[in-house]
């Protein structure tokens, strides 16, 4: 049994910022930024910091000119499903099927996942009571939908990894 009474709270704790991550390159690129790093006379972890900054800057740049998606019925939506790819055919028939019975429901559909348009879901969000993701997988695109609009609405979940969702569900 451990006794605990006289321990320090917080003893070992290094604020996030302080810890150094390791990272870990294949062997090409290992051999590829050392043999770099030696003729620039930089250090490994300079270089690669570098060519990772003007990657995401590059990234930022494009991603304004790539995102793309497409918005169903959502102008007086109080319910917004949410679907990418194959499953988002079924979403828009269920939208207009809903629609045609006085439900109001739109649907927002991202065409790229990455750059994914958080813009636009997050102004759609704004304006419903309910948001509706619906997926064929076991949570990804969730995550990706989730990751900046968590909070902001209610949200639900439908999934049905590896099966098609019908127009039905």
Do not use: W
């Amino acid at each position: 049994e451990y006794n605990f009474s006289k321990g320090i709270r917080g003893k070992f704790y290094i604020p996030e910022n302080e810890i150094e991550l390791p990272v870990y390159l294949d062997k090409i690129n290992r051999l590829f930024y050392s043999q770099l790093a030696k003729n620039r006379k930089e250090s490994i972890s300079n270089i690669i910091n570098n060519v990772l900054k003007k990657d995401i800057e590059d990234f930022n740049k494009i991603s304004k000119k790539i995102v793309e998606s497409e918005t169903f019925q959502c102008r007086n939506a109080s319910i917004l499903l949410v679907a990418h790819g194959i499953v988002s055919q079924a979403a828009r028939e269920a939208v207009e099927i809903l629609r045609k019975h006085g439900q109001k429901v739109g649907l927002f559909r991202p065409i790229t996942l990455n750059p994914f348009d958080y813009a636009t879901l997050s102004r759609l969000a704004a304006n419903i009571k309910k948001m509706i993701i619906l997926e064929s997988s076991t949570g990804h695109f969730e995550r990706i939908v989730k990751q900046k609009l968590y909070g902001s609405t209610k949200i639900e979940t439908y999934q049905k990894p590896v099966e098609p969702i019908s127009v039905e569900e």
